[in-house]
Each structure stands twice: as C-alpha cells, then as structure tokens.
C-alpha cells in the first residue's frame, strides 16, 4: 500500500523559510506596483487551450502543459483519427484546457473580455504561477511565479521613464544596491539594418549582435558573414564595437550612424527622452545605460527594450526585463492598443538576495516565545497569558505535550531550539501563586521572574 | 485570425478590487496563524498521478484533473492497450501528472518526504489553489483557493482548544461576530451507534443523523429504518432529538446515553475538556456548541469535528470546518502520525464579509493623487513631485498623455474619477513659477495651491 512519496519532476516544495523569503520580496514589489498606481489581477491557471496555443510559436506550442478531458474523453474521437495514431492530431480532441504559459497572453486576453469595465490606460500588475514542460535543469523549474507590470493604452514615453524608476524602487527597497537597467529600442535596431543594408536580416543581425558580450567582436563579424551580412555591412557596423562613454555621447554616436534612417533617429530620440529625463529626476541606486546589443523578445518589442543586471560581484544573468509592443491584444481582435511592461525575475532576484545576505532577519522569524508545558493545571496558567500575548501580536506557542520528567522537559527546549525560537516561558507551582512567568532568553540562557506586563513588554 | 476570447468553464478572472478584498482577508488569516506559531508552507501545484490517485475515492479519482504527457506519448501505448481504447485505462498511460485536489494529501506527502529536517508537532499553513473537475455551478468553482492549518505529531487536545481560538481570533479580527463553531466527536458517533446495536451502519447512521436540521426528526428516523437500523434502536436515540441545554447539560445528557460505551465516554471526556477549557480563557465574538449531528467527513476523522455556521442573519454553509484524523501519512508509509486542523471557506467568507459590508474602505483604494498633464515641461515638474511623494509611500500618478484642450482634459478628470482617485493636482505656469501644486478634493469640488510640504501632509 504505502509509497516512497516523490514531488514531480522539475516542481519545488517551499519550506517555511523559503516560503517567508518569497513572500518579502513579492510584497516589497507589491508595495512598489502599489504607490506608482498599479492595480492587481488575477486569471484562472489554465485557459481554453485556444487561447494559449499558436501564441509562443511551435516551440511555445509544444512546452505548454495540456490538459485531458474529463470522463470518457475517447468517445468524442472519430474512428478514422484514432486509428491515425498520432499523439499532435489527437490532442486538440482529446485536451480542451491548458495551463498558463506566461501572464501575457491571459493578460491580453482579460483586457479584451473586460474591455468595457476597464479604465484606460490601464495599469495591472500579476504575480502568479505558470508552466512550462521545459526540461528541468539547474534554475529552470516547470512551475515558476512570474511578476509583471504593464499599462496598456498610452503610447506616452512617461512609462517608460516610470517603469526605470520602478525597477530603481524595487531594487532599493530590497537593498539590492547597484543593479544595471539597460535600455535599448527595436526602432535602433531597424535602423541599423536599414543603413547597412540588411533590413530582410535583421533577427539573424540582432541574434548575432546579443552575442557581443560572450564571442566578442570577432565572433559577432563572422556569425553575420556567415548569415549572409556582407563586410561592406558589417565595415559600417563598426561604430557599435567601440560603443563606449555616456548616455550623451552614445546618443550623438547614434545619431551619426542613424542619420540617414527615419525609423532609427525616432528610436534615437525616443531614448533620448527617456535618458534625459531621468537624469534631471534621478535615480536611488540603480544606474541606466544605453545598451544597442540588447534585443530580447525582438519580434515582440516595437519600442523601448529593457533588461536588468543584478549588481557586478554577483554572477547572475538578467533579474529583471521588458519593453514596449504596439499591438498585445490584437491577437484577440482588438487593434491598436499599444502596451509597455517590465517583468521582474522572482527566482533569480531570490538567489541573489540570499548571495548577498540581503533578507532582513525579521523575515524568517516565526514564533517568539514557547511556554514550556509542565502538566494540565500550568497549561491552563500558560495559555491565559498566551491568549493575551497573542491579541498583543506577539506569536506565542503553549507545547502541546506535558513534561512529565527531565527528559521530556529536554524535548520541549530541543523544539524551540530547533525553531529558533528565541525565548521559553517556565511556570510552575511558584510563577502561579505568585501571578508570574519565568522568561528564558534561550540565546544567554538568561532568566528572568517577570509580572504578565512585563513579560509582555519584553515581548513586544 | 482573432478569435473572441472566453475563459474556461468553471473559472474566474479576479479585478482589481476583488483581488485586494481576497488578499485582505487572506493576510488577516496570515496574521493569526503567524502569531498562533503556524509556519507556511506551499507544495507544487501538480504530482505525480500516484500521490493523489487513490486517495479520494472513486468519485474523487474522476474529478482530478490529469495532465497529458508531453511530447510523442501515444508512442509509450501498447497496441493491445490502444486498441481497447479504454479513456480509464488508458489514462495512466499517457498521463503521469495530475492537478492537486486539495492541500492534505501533498502536505502528507510533504511531511513523509521532509519528516528529516521537521521539527515535530509540526505546525503548518498553507493557502494555495486547488482543482476540481465539478460540474460547475454557482458557488462552485473548478478552480479554488483552500486555506488550511493543521498541527502533526501530536495528540495533545490543547491543539483543539487553540483551534477552536484560531477560529475566534480570524473571525473577530475580520469583524465577522457573532460565527458560530459547533464540535462534535468521532467517538460520541461511535459510541451511539455502539449503544444503540447500529455499529455495522455507522456511516447509515451519520449520514441520517445530519440531516435533521434539513428534514427534521420524522425524516431522520424514516431514513433509518430504510437504511436498516431497527425501531428499537431508533427508540434508543430519542435524546438526540432533544438535545437542548448549555454544553454541560449537553455533557450529561451524553454521559447518560454512552454510560456502556468506553469509547463514547472517551469522546464526551474530550469534548468536555475542550469546552470547560474554553469557558475559563472565553472567547471574543465567536460561540461554541455542541452538535452531535455533525459529521462531516466521518471516514477521515478519528477524534474532535469542528465546522463553523456564518452569523444567523447570513444565508451560507459552513465557512469552515476541520478535525482530527489519526493517520495522514499512513498511505505514504509513515504509521502513528496523530494530525488535527482547519480550514477557511474563503470563497464564502468573501461573499459573507460583501454581503455584511464588512470589507474595509481602505481595502480596495489604490491610487491617492492623480497629476494632471497639461505638457512635457508640466509632466517634468509633476514627476518630480510624483517621485518624492512615491518615496514617502503615497501611492500617485501621472496621467501619461498631454491634455491639450478642454476635451483632453476632461479625459484626465474622468479617469480620476472612474478610478475612485480622491485627489487631483493641477499645476501649470502660475504654480511651477511659484514653486506650488494646486490639490483639487475630486468630491468636494475644493481647490488650494500649496506647497510641496504641504501637499506631502494632506495626501499622507
């Protein structure tokens, strides 16, 4: 009967602790969304697969999580395509519901079902699971939260700067000091290719041009040589290996290299706005850079691409990413309806405040005090005045089992020990005639005879 | 291409205003179980089909959500199996993954898988969704928060006692007064259906006894005797039709019936020690009683049942319900693990604390101030307001579009307005000369300029 119990595949259980840490940084970020007038929402955690499928490309496809219908699923299959044998044809009969891949396409999808109850621009923010039939691999899990912040129904480039500064809050709050938000635009990017001529090129350029950090200039030449970029193409790109100095002065390089592209002066300026903007403004400890090689999600982003870097002494790829799309519900037949967002990467950031020692000790604490119980009658006593504490917020646990010898007592104190709980309570005979408590600094091993209010203010 | 978009049968999208009133109450459950010493946990939200399979009977087997394999699975089908084609028995073959059902089998599973790095009693939380293949109908839902607390590794009724608390400390806190917690016990139903020669038709007999709120005594007593449980017997159980009194008369009238049951007696011991115990600490708003027709979930719990009725003046079941059950982790292998707990039916107390107006106003405000934008000079001098009063915690936005007549502007105060933004700030030349903000009361209609530190101070 019994099984040796096991958790699925590429899925996590969350300890108390682990729990308590998630939890601080979700509602540090939640604090931020909150005061830059953010709003929550929520979507089911799975959706009519119709909805979710043909949005992430095949690859996409073929990792979200399907789910089998109910009951006799196989009487609504016709003979012919059963006897065909072929799990792709079969499953859209068999499966009607998926679990959410990203918070994206459900998001897309409430704004266009809600469209009418909705205030536009409309600022949500969501933080929930989804899932990836991925294979699992060192940080990459099947079940993950993502966390995302967009407006939809502005083009206004103050999102942009806002979304910075939101970035710059979180990271502050969490005391994340020195993170790297890089900023760079698709319209840049466009022109690029439009003046060096290699406009049918450019996700094969762009892809290439990512890469800088890793294969260097070299690498990058000869990846582009060898997707057909021409050396006159890559002569003109050269600028861009020796991108270096300010914001100022890369904007004044780029206006050089650009001025010939409509598309890419446009990108130019809009940066530009944003820069300038926020160095009259001011960050709090993050910094900005202009940053061309940046391209993530570029069939995506129409505008503004951001990504974030955890501060330098700390190995970690991005924490945190976005951008601008001109068109997310058009997928569901609603058009024009431009969007900016930023996601923030929960495990990561997690890793990284852990790296760092950065979780306040408050977070993990749980209970504060453990009354020790020496029998029916001292239980009674105890768990007066732990009901009292307790209405006083001070977390306080009775133990549940009597002491009836040493050993038992040496039980209770091993328990609050193991909880790092930081004080014990001792009541017998002597504490209830004489209305008291014994408080025990289990660090110091320190004790203390103390009235209820005092213990209570000890407590507190 | 663009479809109109839907969501799956049986689920929900949560707005703003309806996330913040869950979270409200769910931070208010949070709290009191933090301060009673419960620690959170959160599981995976599949496992593995074997985990849960098995576990909820037959009909709870059906109503488990399975995910189909990725990939090729029809390939891992035998033909003679395929050729069957059988939905049930083919399932387990192309589906290993299933949505969790509830929160107690995974946290048996994680407290069998984790029983090395525990700390026993183990107190634990945990607020996660759970899946349920229903029929969908009002106030039934396919997806759902559950909300559980329980305690394992201990038989100490001090943990009824605190549950009984818990119940108590949630309810007040949430303003709800006036709910009512009924307790019953496995063994008093035990012990009558000993008394009375019905112990083979136990689970008859329960299932009769809890109806009689709904179809009165003569209707208890005809489903009885359809069930096979003799008139004498039957006659035997008449005190239970009139089982009036306060807790100790109750007690009696129970001692009288159970006097040849050991283990009934054992049941009114334990029942009595609660309640007595109860008396002495009190309540703050809730009531306790004593019900022996409850008997939710017979099969699994083995000592105290608890359930709690909403305040009389509210249409609802039960808005929570637990008990103890001496061998959770059992079906994975770990024997003699005593557990008790409790749950909260969010859903309902949602729909009770909305239907009371007890949610309070603060709960769902968002955004304090709304800054008006007249132009990019304007927009700058707003933001940079904006900024410091984000720092300060007072939740303000800029409108991101420039209002460049009457008519844009008119958009900007609907916005506010639609929003429930309770202040605008207006500032144009005259106040960026002066260095000043004008604050606008969107409900009064009131205006005055001032400055920045003024302005802090009213919005704060």
Same mark, same amino acid.
């Given at each position: 009967?019994?099984?040796?119990?096991?958790?699925?595949?590429?899925?996590?259980?969350?300890? *108390?602790?682990?729990?308590?840490?998630?939890?601080?940084?979700?509602?540090?970020?939640?604090?931020?969304?909150?005061? /830059?007038?953010?709003?929550?929402?929520?979507?089911?955690?799975?959706?009519?697969?119709?909805?979710?499928?043909?949005?992430?490309?095949?690859?996409? !496809?073929?990792?979200?999580?399907?789910?089998?219908?109910?009951?006799?699923?196989?009487?609504?299959?016709?003979?012919?395509?059963?006897?065909?044998?072929?799990?792709?044809?079969?499953?859209?009969?068999?499966?009607?519901?998926?679990?959410?891949?990203?918070?994206?396409?459900?998001?897309?999808?409430?704004?266009?079902?809600?469209?009418?109850?909705?205030?536009?621009?409309?600022?949500?923010?969501? &933080?929930?699971?989804? $899932?990836?039939?991925? =294979?699992?691999?060192?940080?990459?899990? =099947?079940?993950?939260?993502?966390?995302?912040?967009?407006?939809?129904?502005?083009?206004?480039? $103050?999102?942009?700067?806002?979304?910075?500064?939101?970035?710059?809050?979180?990271?502050?709050?969490?005391?994340?000091?020195?993170?790297?938000?890089?900023?760079?635009?698709?319209?840049?990017?466009?022109?690029?290719? #439009?003046?060096?001529?290699?406009?049918?090129?450019?996700?094969?350029?762009?892809?290439?041009?990512?890469?800088?950090?890793?294969?260097?200039?070299?690498?990058?030449?000869?990846?582009?040589? *060898?997707?057909?970029?021409?050396?006159?193409?890559?002569?003109?790109?050269?600028?861009?290996?020796?991108?270096? %100095?300010?914001?100022?002065?890369?904007?004044?390089?780029?206006?050089?290299?650009?001025?010939?592209?409509?598309?890419?002066?446009?990108?130019?300026?809009?940066?530009?706005?944003?820069?300038?903007?926020?160095?009259?403004?001011?960050?709090?400890?993050?910094?900005?850079?202009?940053?061309?090689?940046?391209?993530?999600?570029?069939?995506?982003?129409? %505008?503004?691409?951001? #990504?974030?870097?955890?501060?330098?002494?700390?190995?970690?790829?991005?924490?945190?990413?976005?951008?601008?799309? !001109?068109?997310?519900?058009? &997928?569901?037949?609603?058009?024009?309806?431009?969007?900016?967002?930023?996601?923030?990467?929960?495990?990561?950031? /997690?890793?990284?405040?852990?790296?760092? *020692?950065?979780?306040?000790?408050?977070?993990?604490?749980?209970?504060?005090?453990?009354?020790?119980?020496?029998?029916?009658?001292?239980?009674?006593?105890?768990?007066?005045?732990?009901?009292?504490?307790?209405? #006083?917020?001070?977390? *306080?646990?009775?133990?549940?089992?009597?002491?009836?010898?040493?050993?038992?007592?040496?039980?209770?104190?091993? /328990?609050?020990?193991?909880?790092?709980?930081?004080?014990?309570?001792?009541?017998?005979? !002597?504490?209830?005639?004489?209305?008291?408590?014994?408080?025990?600094?289990?660090?110091?091993?320190?004790?203390?005879?103390?009235?209820?209010?005092?213990?209570?203010?000890?407590?507190?």
């Amino acid at each position: 009967m019994a099984q040796k119990p096991s958790i699925a595949k590429g899925t996590r259980d969350f300890s *108390s602790e682990e729990v308590l840490k998630r939890t601080y940084i979700m509602n540090t970020i939640k604090s931020c969304f909150t005061t /830059y007038g953010f709003q929550p929402i929520e979507t089911p955690s799975f959706e009519n697969s119709e909805t979710l499928m043909g949005k992430y490309g095949e690859e996409g !496809d073929r990792l979200i999580f399907k789910i089998l219908n109910s009951g006799d699923y196989l009487s609504k299959v016709d003979d012919a395509l059963y006897t065909e044998r072929n799990s792709t044809k079969l499953t859209p009969r068999i499966s009607e519901k998926a679990l959410r891949y990203d918070l994206t396409v459900p998001f897309a999808r409430y704004v266009v079902q809600h469209q009418n109850e909705l205030s536009f621009p409309f600022k949500r923010y969501q &933080i929930q699971p989804v $899932w990836r039939a991925d =294979r699992p691999q060192k940080g990459r899990f =099947r079940e993950f939260f993502q966390c995302d912040a967009d407006v939809v129904g502005s083009k206004s480039l $103050w999102q942009e700067v806002e979304f910075v500064q939101l970035y710059d809050a979180v990271f502050t709050k969490l005391q994340l000091n020195g993170v790297a938000i890089k900023m760079n635009n698709r319209k840049i990017l466009s022109g690029i290719a #439009e003046v060096i001529g290699a406009e049918d090129k450019l996700i094969d350029f762009t892809v290439a041009l990512d890469k800088l950090d890793k294969i260097g200039e070299e690498g990058v030449k000869t990846e582009m040589l *060898s997707k057909g970029i021409s050396e006159s193409a890559i002569l003109k790109l050269q600028p861009l290996f020796s991108f270096y %100095g300010t914001a100022s002065e890369k904007l004044e390089q780029l206006k050089g290299l650009l001025s010939t592209s409509e598309t890419g002066l446009q990108g130019v300026s809009e940066l530009e706005f944003i820069t300038t903007t926020l160095e009259t403004i001011g960050l709090q400890t993050a910094s900005l850079e202009i940053d061309v090689t940046l391209a993530r999600g570029l069939n995506y982003y129409t %505008g503004a691409i951001f #990504e974030v870097a955890a501060p330098s002494e700390v190995k970690m790829g991005s924490i945190g990413g976005g951008g601008r799309y !001109d068109d997310l519900t058009g &997928i569901f037949g609603l058009k024009d309806v431009s969007g900016v967002g930023i996601s923030f990467g929960l495990d990561r950031i /997690y890793l990284v405040l852990e790296e760092l *020692s950065l979780f306040p000790d408050t977070v993990s604490s749980t209970t504060k005090v453990l009354f020790i119980n020496f029998g029916e009658k001292e239980a009674l006593y105890a768990m007066q005045a732990i009901t009292k504490l307790r209405l #006083e917020g001070v977390s *306080s646990e009775l133990y549940p089992d009597i002491a009836k010898n040493q050993k038992h007592l040496g039980k209770q104190i091993t /328990y609050a020990n193991k909880r790092n709980i930081p004080f014990a309570v001792l009541a017998g005979d !002597d504490e209830m005639e004489a209305g008291t408590y014994t408080l025990k600094n289990m660090e110091s091993g320190e004790q203390e005879t103390l009235t209820y209010e005092a213990l209570l203010e000890r407590l507190k």
